[in-house]
């Protein structure tokens, strides 16, 4: 770590004119932005990047690299799964959740994708001064039935304050501990030519539900997120004996970001259908007038599982009236996810540098 | 979705390959001018649907590839000024001038806001009366009624606090450019939908009769380009070289008459720099002498500034339809979304940012940093 300690880093601000020109040592290696910006942490390209460059190879070791939702290592007897996430999000309170059910949901199913039981949740709240204690109180009491819902307990945490200004009304961090109760190997490692790639829902609506409180958006019928505890969900189809290959949660930068992740870590080609992806009409609209593609808007309850192609029914019956097989994994002849377009053309799914721009016209 | 899904039904975008495919008897080179239209044609692959008799050029229609670079270079010096809030549409923000983008600008301190319309810049600037708010007036004629409307109500409500950065291009003249280049190849257009849903089709008029080639105004949608595509490729075959409207749902031949009276009244017509191409004449819109004082570039005495580009791109070329963007060495390798050398690398409506997103061979790596 020392080299992004002190007085020893220097920034270049050249543009690159190749990806080798990066070294791994001092100084820090970034070359176009010698600061953070917002699109850092995106869940694209940007913030890839920074893992990349930054973290993994400081932080270099074997549970690490799996690049996975949590980290998966046993202690005694126990085969155990870790995972911590840090929840922002403006406004506190949105239709259908709120920060506080975010920060438990959020760890919940990045558990919950290392196929773990979740058990146990810490939770930690940088508050800003001048944070009304009702707001307050009703984040913690909205954790508190998020965590009932989801099994698990939180019991551990912090309470840290900032001056006014420098918070945006609270912030939680959350980390999460499970237990894994069987032999598979879930991870982007695991998935196969031929699996089947299955969708447990809509996609969109969280991210597009934030959006359309801060526009000031009004839709025929208010678009909800759909922020919701998945762990239920894989342990049915664990408990149904499915031999899961991958899970992931489709978080920041949507479907799209998740799937391009574990075709470039599993280094197969992933081949899906834009017909196959249920979007509801409203969160179409919105993107619509919002200039937005909704395979890269932000969901909170939604993941998708590769499973063998003969079990792929039965996985779909177990996920639920609203899970779609939404497409395939092919060869390893490419990492690339394609997509055939709604009319009938194929395409490459890409991940996005940093956020999504809408267009001017 | 009503008025969206009719125009991305798989069985209608066939019916009209097909109907290409039947009509076409020799090669035609077609130009799509809008980068709405550049980024659906790859978003959805209507090119793989089409005959390989068919080739089509991507046009100049993108406001952010054609941004001038010394006009991002200002907008980021105005947006990093303490007294300044910068306010713009999404996919300016991105766009890497020769210090820096507006996102750097924002992270590094400034006021950077993204509006979805120069009127919430208006709203910005009547909410923070001690600061000056500036709105980044880009685009082509479809942006102009906007932003002429949030000039105009500035003037009107005495908001001086507000000004503009003005880089409005405008469509006819970069047609007539290519068309008169020695290295034209184009011939027949896909006009822009909504620049012809503001000024009407009569400029393209006179060019079709000049140049003899047709012109067909044409919607966003695959099926509405697909048919576009179609009514150009008969009059070709036809030996015609017409003015047509595909768009009849949005467009009308003489447009929206009050729009094209507000941008008269705030502004006029004056020669611009295009980013990649070089100065056209008459080719864009400044403000009028009265509204002069909403001119951020004379309200913060902003002087010209020269600036080099890269040698190695080519975008000037693809702008033109001379190259595709594949064609070019530096793509995809010292040429990404990440390290564009050009401008149209930039946008997501820039050719070579949506071959790059949509159509990358598959050797090229997909994460750079």
Known sequence: MSSMNGSNISLSTQQSTSDTDFTLACPIPISDYPIVLMAHGSGGKLMHGLLEKLVLPTFSNPLLETRHDGAVFSAGNAKLAFSTDSYVVHPLFFPGGDIGTLAVNGTVNDLAMCGAKPLYLSAGFILEEGLPMDTLWRVIQSMQRAAEAAGVQIVTGDTKVVDRGKGDGIFINTAGVGVIEHNLTIAPSSVRPGDAVLLNGDIGRHGMAIMAVREGLAFESEIESDCAPLASSVLRLLDAGIEIHCLRDLTRGGLASGLVEIAESAGLHIQIDETAIPIIEDVRGACEILGLDPLYVANEGRFVAFVPADQADHARVIMGDDARLIGTVQDNSSNLVTMRSAIGANRIVDMLSGDQLPRIC | ?369
């Not at chain 2, 102009?144 to 000039?151: E, G, L, S, W």
């Not at chain 2, 530096?330 to 930039?346: N, W």
Request: glycine share 8%; proline share 7%; with cysteine.
């Open chain 2, 1 to 369: 979705m009503k008025y969206i899904d009719e125009y991305r039904d798989a069985k209608a975008a066939k019916k009209y390959a097909a109907l290409i495919a039947h009509l076409v008897t020799q090669p035609w080179t077609l130009m799509e001018v809008c980068g709405g239209q550049t980024h659906a044609i790859v978003k959805y692959g209507v090119d793989e649907l089409l005959p390989e008799s068919i080739t089509l050029l991507h046009g100049p229609g993108c406001p952010v590839c054609v941004t001038p670079v010394e006009l991002i270079d200002k907008a980021v010096e105005i947006s990093s000024r303490p007294d300044v809030i910068f306010t713009s549409f999404g996919d300016m923000l991105r766009v890497p001038g020769t210090r820096g983008d507006l996102l750097s600008s924002k992270a590094a301190g400034g006021d950077v806001r993204m509006v979805y319309s120069p009127l919430d810049a208006l709203k910005i600037a009547q909410e923070n009366p001690h600061k000056q708010v500036v709105f980044f007036a880009v685009g082509f004629e479809t942006t102009a009624p906007a932003n002429a409307m949030a000039v105009h109500q500035a003037r009107q409500r005495q908001i001086e606090n507000f000004s503009i950065l003005v880089s409005h291009v405008l469509v006819p003249p970069a047609i007539e450019a290519i068309l008169s280049s020695p290295g034209n190849r184009v011939q027949g257009f896909l006009a822009a939908g909504h620049v012809c849903a503001v000024v009407g089709y009569t400029e393209y008029e006179p060019l079709a009769k000049k140049y003899q080639v047709p012109f067909v105004v044409t919607g966003f949608e695959p099926v509405d380009i697909l048919q576009g595509i179609y009514m150009v490729v008969k009059q070709l075959e036809e030996g015609r070289a017409e003015v047509e409207n595909q768009y009849a749902r949005c467009v009308r031949r003489e447009g929206n008459l009050p729009a094209q009276q507000l941008v008269h009244d705030v502004f006029t017509i004056v020669p611009r720099k295009w980013r990649g191409i070089g100065q056209i004449p008459q080719s864009g819109l400044g403000l009028r002498e009265e509204y002069a004082r909403f001119d951020a570039e004379k309200r913060f005495g902003l002087t010209d500034y020269g600036v080099e580009e890269s040698s190695a791109c080519i975008s000037g070329q693809v702008l033109q339809g001379m190259k595709k963007p594949h064609e070019c060495p530096a793509f995809g390798k010292l040429c990404t979304p990440e390290h564009p050398l050009g401008a149209t690398m930039v946008s997501t409506e820039g050719a070579c940012a949506a071959y790059y997103r949509y159509r990358r061979p598959v050797e090229q790596p997909l994460i750079t940093l």
